[in-house]
Structures are given as C-alpha cells and as structure tokens.
C-alpha cells in the first residue's frame, strides 16, 4: 500500500533504463562518442566496486534485503550512476553542444528543461535508496560526488585526448566495417541530421517527378 515506495522503487530502475537506451542508441547510431559515453558508465560503475570493497561500510539494513549483490553500502551505486549520467549530459549539453540555427531562445530553453529534468531524477533516485533503506543519506551523498568527479573527469578525458583521435579511428577497417562514425566535428548533430534529410529527401522527391512526367 506504499505508493511512494512502490514509485521511487521503480524510478530506482532508471540505471537499467539507461543502459539499455544506450545499447539501442549505439546499435542504430554507432557513434564514437555516444560509446565513449558509454565506456564512462562502465568504468564508473567498476570504480564505485572497488571503493565499496575499499572502505566496506555496511548497508543500514542488510537483514531487509536478501537480493542485493554486495552487502556494502559506501557509496551508492545508483546515486554515482546517476550523478554521473546527469552530470556528464549536463556539460555535453552546454559545452558540446551548439547552436547552429536562428531559434536561439528554444535552443537554450529545452537545454534547460532537460537538465532540470536530469537532475531531478537523479536526486529522486538518490533518495530513494536511502527510503527504501539500501544506504544511509552520507553514502548517497558521497556516491552522488563520485559520480559527479568522475563524470567530469570523464568528460575532459573525452574532450581532449579521445576526440582528436575519433577521425583516426572511425577510419580503422573494422570501424567502416561496423559503420561506426564520428560527430564529433558536428556542432549540433540533431539539426545537422534534420536538415539532410529533408534535403536528400526533397531531391529524391525532385527526382521521382521527373521520372512520371
């Protein structure tokens, strides 16, 4: 009868969510980029197992869950995954991503929702770890920091020593051969892939009028 518990238990899911948006996303798009991102959950969640085998802080109740995978609590798996996630989208949105048409202001404004949205999942999940009594309010607190620094971290790491070699490695035989592409030189990918579209798409249309008349 708990509805709150019963939400938050379910927003707790997010992390699997994410992961398998991600597996989808890099299938269809294959882009070095989104499976950098990738490779930094990853090595996020590798780095929180190896603090929690560190420190080896209990979990508030271990008795009330028989199904987690590790009877350490410091710090929170999910608050470091989902600060991470957030904190990484947060700097790819703002210092990635940029403008390149004339709606400048609802540009910046679904920027800004989005990462309000994103902050604000991963603060409920946060919370719900510690209302569901996985952890205690410091190892979120301390997972969500992690995963912030890491995500930061991360993120810079991209920039600057793996983005300057996307275009070496999206020319490798094996990344032609699983079409795997680099952006990284596209400002706004979204808008960029709009617009060819509707290009290739009117050309096509010019095409096939010619050929009925």
């Known amino acids: 009868g708990d509805f709150s518990g019963q939400l938050l238990a379910y927003l707790s899911l997010g992390p699997i969510f994410i992961i398998v948006g991600f597996v989808t996303l890099i299938i269809f798009k294959r882009e070095l980029h989104t499976i950098s991102f990738l490779g930094g959950l990853v090595f996020n969640e590798a780095v929180n197992w190896l603090i929690k085998n560190v420190i080896r802080e209990p979990r508030p109740c271990e ?3 028989s199904t987690v995978t590790t009877k350490y609590g410091m710090p929170s798996s999910h608050s470091q995954f989902m600060w991470f996630f957030s904190v990484y989208s947060f700097l790819f949105l703002y210092l990635r991503m940029h403008q390149t048409n004339n709606a400048r202001f609802l540009d910046l404004l679904w920027r800004h929702v989005l990462s309000i949205c994103l902050v604000t999942v991963a603060l409920l999940v946060s919370y719900s770890r510690v209302y569901l009594l996985y952890h205690t309010w410091s190892q979120v607190l ?30 490798w035989p094996i990344s032609e051969f699983f079409l795997i592409r680099d952006t990284s030189l596209i400002p706004n990918i979204l808008w960029f892939e709009y617009t060819v579209t509707r290009a290739e798409a009117r050309n096509r249309q010019r095409k096939l009028g010619t050929k009925l008349q």
């Open 63 to 65: 008795e009330a869950h």
């Open 142 to 171: 301390y997972g969500g920091v992690a995963g912030s620094i890491m995500a930061i971290a991360w993120f810079a790491f991209t920039q600057e020593i793996l983005t300057p070699l996307f275009p070496r490695i999206a020319a």
